[in-house]
């Protein structure tokens, strides 16, 4: 018998509890209640909920052990995806521009009103505005504003509908079915129907594409299917227990998929999507320019307003100079920065901005390359891990604003390992030099030697991050006060994902913003080698089998014990050095009203509205 509800603020347990039924699954916004949040992505440090017990560590990493050449040859797949098939979508009619919302009241008696521009700045340029084929959170964030996704996440953590209207999932968690909302259009007026999905999931599916995480975020797909012109079928061929949660994530935006076959790689550069936003124009390593949807009329459920936003355009600046930042911020240039860590406080008592401050889910480590040398070698990577005082790292690096990470998830994501803190190495020199021993290689005098030949590697750092140049000037010295000599070699951020990806690095300083615990399948399943952000390289049928059950299995204590176990996995072969958690702080211009803090830690704006027009 077919069920089909309107999707409501659906909790963790109801989306992935012990049994995936229609019960748990299709639940109408009342009977949960308006307000209730999804938990999976948001809980702080008590990783879960208060009747699940948190996993603890029972032993020590491994001592050292003989080198065995290092991890297999990465080797990069498809995933089994589906041959990508030709699309019916036709070009709509043209139709009345949607009237602009009508005045909004603010608890203060302000009243929103359409127009004015708002300049965000971003430190990194994005890689590619192709939503299939970029990782990079930057990217992510313009999607936020120019797409929309079948379902989105609330700004208090809620699954809702955006495009899709209502859903439905069989009892074995196999098939899941979104039925869509009338009259949606792509920024071009092309019409955005179940056929028009297919086509973009089918591109993101097409091994040509090689998409970094889009594919991953589809799962395990046997079939997509346009039912009919609103109804859209995704088949698996395993359960999918994250398959609700990943549908959220911008990568997942609805494209114009004849739009991208028409440019080409182009279609990175003019991308072609449904939101509250167009795109009108890129200059590359100076700004990207959106205007305002005036069709706009499948708001998210959570949008406080029906129709189009009321800020008419949105300038992201690229600033890749924190400094530069500030100091456009305080000549009134832009409207809105990520605070350097050392301008912080100097900001605040200025009192003339907004501050936020947040933590943003997501970590920061040195990732080692574990396919070639030196980095192949366990012992190596375990000596690594015991030689540095991370806390000076922290401070150097964020002066404060921020806290250690012990594993590859940080605290604020559902999933964290509680007992990572007591199972993380420490810093311990006698320790490190027993890895090292263990591989042949001991201290003479200040140095670090092995046939006469000093330990040397190569650090591969983005340029203009303020927190990475501290860190790494410290992460230098300390290493050279152990007696290793690394260079340090900083190149702008689409050159360095690139190199990671080909594996052309030894050991990078990289992390992740991310607010799910499905980032260990997008960071370290092999799959993702070469096309994905498997960066490592590490290639481990033993590791992907832990992370494939915690995708597919639909008990949710037994997947709170596979991310224990994937985290254990990762510290005790040693594929990186926890660094730390950072802080955010945004500072805004004081001219805007109604905005909000997304928990994937971008400026929500649908809502939002400039005062001073």
């Known amino acids: 018998m077919s069920l089909r509800d309107s999707i409501s603020g659906t909790s963790l347990r109801s989306l992935m509890g012990a049994r995936l039924t229609r019960r748990s699954m299709l639940v109408r916004a009342g009977a949960l209640g308006a307000g209730m949040a999804l938990a999976a992505p948001l809980l702080a440090a008590c990783g879960g909920d208060d009747d699940d017990d948190a996993p603890t560590a029972t032993s020590a990493p491994a001592a050292p052990t003989a080198t065995t050449g290092g991890a297999a040859e990465p080797t990069a797949t498809t995933g089994g995806a589906a041959e990508p098939t030709a699309t019916t979508g ?35 340029e994005p890689d590619t505005l192709d939503a299939h084929k970029t990782g990079a959170y930057v990217s992510g964030v313009v999607h936020r504003y120019i797409g929309d996704t079948l379902i989105h996440k609330s700004p208090q953590g809620e699954i809702l509908p955006a495009l899709a209207e209502s859903y439905e999932v069989t009892e074995d968690g196999l098939t899941w079915t979104f039925i869509l909302k009338d009259g949606i259009k792509f920024h071009d007026g092309a019409v955005c129907d179940a056929n028009a999905v297919k086509a973009c999931y089918d591109r993101a599916l097409d091994p040509e594409i090689k998409s970094a995480v889009t594919i991953g975020q589809l799962g395990p797909i046997e079939s997509i ?90 300038i992201i600046k690229i600033f890749p100079e924190t400094a530069t930042a500030v100091t456009a911020l305080e000549a ?56 540095f005082d991370r806390e000076a790292i922290l401070d150097a690096a964020l002066e404060g604003y921020g806290r250690l990470l012990y594993s590859v998830l940080p605290q604020s994501i559902w999933g964290w390992w509680p007992g990572s803190v007591d199972y993380a190495y420490k810093m311990d020199h006698d320790k490190a030099l027993e890895y090292f021993a263990a591989s042949g290689w001991t201290k003479e005098g200040d140095k670090i030697v092995k046939d006469g030949q000093q330990f040397k590697c190569t650090f591969t750092t983005i340029s203009g991050n303020q927190a990475q140049s501290n860190g790494s000037q410290v992460i230098q010295a300390q290493l050279r006060s152990f007696g290793i000599e690394m260079e340090i070699k900083t190149t702008d951020f689409t050159t360095v994902i690139s190199d990671l990806k080909a594996g052309n690095y030894e050991v990078s300083y990289i992390g992740y913003a991310y607010a799910s615990p499905d980032i260990v399948f997008i960071w370290f399943h092999s799959s993702n080698i070469g096309t994905g952000l498997t960066l490592s390289q590490n290639n481990s049928p033993e590791l992907d089998a832990l992370i494939d059950e915690s995708r597919s299995n639909p008990d949710l204590d037994r997947r709170l014990e596979l991310y224990m176990e994937i985290q254990k996995w990762i510290t005790d072969n040693a594929i990186h050095v926890p660094l730390y958690e950072a802080s955010t702080t945004y500072g805004l211009q004081p001219r805007i009203a109604g905005h909000l803090v997304h928990p994937d830690g971008h400026l929500h704006l649908l809502d939002a509205y400039i005062t001073d027009l």
Not at 107 to 118: D, I, K, L, N, R
Not at 305 to 314: A, F, T
């Open 332 to 387: 009134g240039e832009v409207d809105q920065i990520e605070i350097n860590q050392a301008d912080i406080q100097r900001i605040k008592d200025t009192g003339k901005y907004e501050t936020i401050e947040f933590f943003r889910p997501g970590a920061t480590f040195m990732e080692f390359n574990v396919s070639r040398p030196p980095f192949d070698d366990i012992n190596i990577r375990k000596a690594f891990n015991h030689i």
């Open 90 to 124: 036709s070009v709509a009619q043209a139709t009345p521009t949607i009237a602009p919302p009508p005045p909004t009241p603010t608890p203060g008696g302000a009243t929103a009103e359409v127009g004015g521009t708002w300049r965000l700045v971003l430190g990194q």
């Open 225 to 314: 299917t346009a039912l009919d012109d609103k109804t859209i079928e995704f088949k698996h061929t395993t359960s999918n227990a994250v398959f609700f949660d990943n549908m959220a994530h911008p990568v997942c935006s609805v494209l114009n998929a004849e739009a991208a076959a028409a440019a080409g790689d182009a279609y990175g550069r003019n991308p072609v999507l449904t939101g509250p936003w167009k795109f009108v124009s890129w200059e590359a390593g100076v700004e990207i320019v959106m205007e305002r949807n005036p069709d706009y009329a499948w708001s998210p459920q959570y949008a406080g307003h029906e129709g189009p936003p009321y800020i008419q355009d949105l």
